[in-house]
């Protein structure tokens, strides 16, 4: 089992910054790959960023690259997604999630946080 708690969510202006926190708990933190996804009211959930068990390997949304930026911190058992250049369009609850493989799918990931606000602003 692996327990998941998102935090730095938050109220942006559109062109500015956020960075999400995502810690984990629980079994061993890099034997799972790790994500981002994110819903916006009225819209399915859809994948944001993926990072492998080591961190070299990272994969992007068409709609995020060269904007947000995924990592890991395997020490201090915790992911972050940073967030610049925001637009409003980015505004969504954002997700972390554990899987046994990289992937841009949902169903590859089996552990779930409980969510993120993430509000930008015109």
């Known amino acids: 089992q692996v327990q998941l708690v998102e935090s730095g969510g938050g109220l942006a202006q559109a062109g500015g910054s956020l960075r999400l926190s995502c810690a984990a708990s629980g079994r061993t933190f890099n034997y799972y790959a790790m994500g981002w996804f994110r819903q916006a009211p009225g819209k399915e959930r859809e994948f944001v960023a993926a990072?492998?068990?080591?961190?070299?390997?990272?994969y992007y949304a068409d709609s995020v690259k060269g904007r947000f930026t995924i990592s890991r911190d395997n020490a201090k058992n915790t992911q972050y997604l940073q967030m610049n250049s925001l637009k409003p369009e980015d505004t969504a609850v954002y997700y972390c999630?554990?899987?046994?493989?990289?992937?841009?799918?949902?169903?590859?990931?089996?552990?779930w946080g409980q969510g993120t606000q993430v509000t930008v602003s015109s």
């Open positions: 999630a554990a899987g046994r493989i990289v992937a841009r799918l949902e169903k590859e990931y089996d552990y």
């Open positions: 990072i492998g068990r080591s961190g070299v390997s990272t």
